[in-house]
């Protein structure tokens, strides 16, 4: 499965309690502290990614297109997700939120779409154009 797939399906799970839905699918709700114990640590019997650190997993949804969603602009009308994110407020929990347009519970088919973006080394290569990607290299006797 991609980075993405796995994420749709840990959100989807009734097992995983550490990421789960937003405001109406529309984004990602993680609990950090219980997220890097129930996911990413090595012992993690739900062990979805290589990572095992919050930093490199928050790389690795930048790269996919997700940019975070302030908690200030983003809380829930639904009434059990507000009382959940209320009740972590006050047990002192980081959540965090994370939303990519082509990332929706209501739209999977979508998923496929979701890319890797390339890295800025290949982004630079890609607008230099193939003829000066690989420029010959001078040897100390050429000059």
């Known amino acids: 499965l991609t980075f993405p797939q796995k ?3 840990l959100a989807e799970s009734e097992h995983v309690k550490s990421i789960r839905w937003g405001h109406g699918g529309k984004y990602l709700v993680i609990d950090e502290q219980l997220f890097v114990a129930e996911v990413l640590a090595k012992e993690s019997p739900i062990r979805a990614f290589r990572c095992t650190g919050m930093k490199s997993f928050i790389h ?3 790269n996919y297109g997700f940019t975070k969603v302030p908690q200030s602009l983003e809380r829930s009308p639904h ?3 507000f009382l959940e994110e209320e009740e972590a407020i ?3 929990r980081k959540l965090l939120r994370y939303s990519c347009p082509l990332f929706k519970r209501d739209n ?5 779409s979701c890319k890797r973006r390339p ?3 290949r982004r630079a290569a890609a607008a230099l154009g193939p003829d000066l990607q690989e ?4 040897s100390s006797q050429d000059a």
């Open 135 to 138: 420029a010959p290299q001078r």
């Open 90 to 92: 006050a047990a002192h």
């Open 119 to 121: 890295s800025k080394k």
């Open 7 to 9: 994420l749709w399906v």
């Open 60 to 62: 690795q949804l930048n």
């Open 108 to 112: 999977p088919c979508m998923l496929e």
């Open 79 to 81: 009434l059990p997700e």
